[in-house]
């Protein structure tokens, strides 16, 4: 595996550079500091909201790009560079087709704020951890925002109680189980693969030139960008699947290990 060519490092954060107990190692910022001094830059690419990553990464926040909303937003030091919405009359319809269905919570996913339902304490209160800025409303519906993605959450799994209820919006939008228990719902165009290949061309980089890590099946298609893609020890299987190659868990420094070879 020759890695002397990489210019780019692009990692997940939840169930990948984040451990379970959702923080960032200090050995990855140890490691990030002689990243910078090889002039390899580095990429955060999250379903998570843009506030929320920056907490996580507070002190070098200023100093890379930020993916967030799987896709759907790209910024650096704080500037805008990309956002792909959900067309307005999408929005009614996503909402509508998840009413029905018990237990479970849609998140209206706009650039600067969130916007949720107040049925359930429990849900507001796991919120905060994925969420810095949001705000609860009386109607989501009545939301005049633009909205970059539709999180919706069930407590025991997204892949059994949510998915088959949204599947069929495939049709015109992307639909993706981005974690056990989350499934997002976006544009077309909104998703981290084609984020990540805005970048690449923005910087004028090859498939061998870029290193990715992912665990969810929200990471596929930026997966499939690199020659040098890792899947973590604890992966769907759909991204142990495609990934090129693996590495051990995120509670075991499986990026920071692969970036310890990389430098």
């Known amino acids: 595996m020759d890695l002397s060519q990489i210019k ?75 956002t792909t919405p959900i067309n307005k009359n999408e929005v009614g319809r996503i909402l509508d087709t998840v009413k029905p269905l018990e237990h479970v919570h849609p998140v209206l996913c706009c650039e600067n704020n969130a916007f949720v339902g107040g049925d359930s304490d429990e849900f507001i209160e796991m919120l905060r951890e994925y969420y810095s800025e949001f705000e609860i409303v009386s109607d989501q519906k009545q939301v005049d925002a633009e909205v970059l993605k539709i999180a919706i959450y069930h407590f025991e799994s997204s892949e059994q109680y949510i998915y088959p209820s949204v599947k069929h919006l495939e049709d015109g939008l992307k639909v993706k189980v981005s974690g056990a228990n989350w499934v997002d719902v976006s544009d077309l165009n909104a998703h981290k693969g084609y984020a990540l ?67």
Not at 209 to 237: K, Q, R, T, W
Request: no cysteine; hydrophobic share 40%.
């Open 8 to 82: 780019m490092v692009v990692t997940d954060m939840d169930g990948t550079l984040l451990n379970s107990n959702h923080e960032v190692s200090p050995r990855f910022f140890e490691i990030y500091e002689e990243l910078k001094k090889k002039n390899i830059a580095f990429v955060a690419a999250s379903g998570r909201q843009y506030h929320s990553m920056v907490d996580k990464l507070e002190s070098i926040k200023n100093e890379i790009l930020v993916i967030a909303e799987n896709g759907a937003l790209i910024k650096k030091q704080g500037e805008t560079l990309l």
């Open 197 to 263: 290949k805005k970048v690449m061309d923005e910087y004028q980089l090859a498939s061998h030139e870029i290193m990715v890590f992912g665990d969810y099946n929200n990471d596929l298609e930026m997966l499939e960008l690199s020659d040098f893609s890792f899947a973590m020890a604890n992966a769907h299987p759909n991204v142990l699947k495609t990934a090129k190659y693996s590495t051990s868990s995120n509670n075991d420094f499986g990026v920071e290990r692969i970036l310890e070879k990389l430098l």
